[in-house]
């Protein structure tokens, strides 16, 4: 029990929240629902997760100030999340449960890629794709907020452009070793990116590589939040 309730609270630093259904996925799949309310309940007694609201009934869970120093985290993890800011980890932390992804940290993507900080892109959604293992590549998880698919295109291109801005940024895109990973919430949002990247780009103008991934789960944030201001640089970073 102690093994595993550490390796669900160093889930919860790694994803910078999480909610019961997402300690159900990854930790009791074959098992009752109620084992991941139990072990939820007893880390919340323990004073070292805390909940917030996530639209309707439903929390997310964050580390509480307590554990977020134990572990080396700075107390800033403790605080409940802006709506654009939650949204984007709820997106993230789905996205890598559902296709077995290995986010980075902030701490360990900028030890790892020091000189890669590009302005709009969340260093928290970074990630290692071996999915190709000749070609291995730096990750890019963009979450979906109700935008239009030529919208999305438009910041894809933003993205790349300001990636661009630095060389060694731009060397790995001319290698082919830079994937942006797309997750919206439903197929036929899906389709309709597929569609709008596959006008906007092509073999002969990038060499960035993208991926349309569903995470169903996203429905719900989006559901019950309006459509989220523009982050701020300092979530873009966080």
């Given at each position: 029990?102690?093994?595993?309730?550490?390796?669900?609270?160093?889930?919860?630093r790694?994803?910078?929240?999480?909610?019961?259904?997402?300690?159900?996925?990854?930790?009791?799949?074959?098992?009752?629902?109620?084992a991941?309310?139990?072990?939820?309940?007893?880390?919340?007694?323990?004073?070292?997760?805390?909940?917030?609201?996530?639209?309707?009934?439903?929390?997310?869970?964050?580390?509480?100030?307590?554990?977020?120093?134990?572990?080396?985290?700075?107390?800033?993890?403790?605080n409940?999340?802006s709506?654009?800011?939650?949204?984007?980890?709820?997106?993230?932390?789905?996205?890598?449960?559902?296709?077995?992804?290995?986010?980075?940290?902030?701490?360990?993507?900028?030890?790892?890629?020091?000189?890669l900080?590009i302005?709009?892109?969340?260093l928290?959604?970074?990630?290692f794709?071996?999915?190709?293992?000749?070609t291995?590549?730096?990750?890019?998880?963009?979450?979906?907020?109700?935008?239009?698919?030529?919208?999305?295109?438009?910041?894809?291109?933003?993205?790349?452009?300001?990636?661009?801005?630095?060389?060694?940024?731009g060397?790995?895109i001319?290698?082919?070793?830079?994937?942006?990973?797309?997750?919206?919430?439903?197929?036929?949002?899906?389709?309709?990116?597929?569609?709008?990247?596959?006008?906007?780009?092509?073999?002969?103008?990038?060499?960035?590589?993208?991926?349309?991934?569903?995470?169903?789960?996203?429905?719900?944030?989006?559901i019950?939040?309006?459509?989220?201001?523009s982050?701020?640089?300092?979530?873009?970073?966080?």
């Open positions: 029990m102690k093994d595993r309730d550490e390796a669900i609270l160093e889930h919860v790694r994803f910078r929240l999480t909610t019961e259904e997402a300690i159900h996925y990854a930790f009791f799949e074959s098992k009752d629902p109620s991941s309310r139990k072990v939820v309940a007893r880390l919340t007694s323990q004073n070292k997760i805390q909940p917030f609201p996530l639209g309707g009934k439903r929390l997310y869970y964050v580390l509480t100030r307590r554990a977020a120093l134990d572990m080396g985290e700075n107390i800033d993890a403790a409940p999340f709506p654009a800011r939650r949204n984007n980890a709820y997106g993230v932390l789905w996205y890598c449960l559902r296709y077995g992804i290995k986010k980075y940290t902030v701490a360990e993507f900028r030890a790892l890629y020091p000189t900080a302005s709009g892109g969340r928290s959604n970074y990630f794709d071996d999915s190709m293992p000749e291995p590549r730096l990750g890019l998880i963009y979450v979906d907020e109700k935008k239009t698919a030529e919208k999305i295109v438009r910041r894809m291109n933003e993205i790349i452009a300001n990636a661009y801005t630095l060389p060694e940024f060397k790995l001319q290698d082919g070793r830079f994937l942006l990973s797309i997750a919206t919430p439903t197929a036929g949002k899906k389709a309709s990116i597929v569609e709008a990247l596959a006008q906007e780009f092509s073999p002969h103008n990038t060499r960035v590589r993208f991926r349309v991934a569903v995470v169903p789960e996203l429905e719900h944030v989006l019950n939040t309006g459509r989220s201001p982050a701020t640089r300092a979530e873009e970073e966080d």
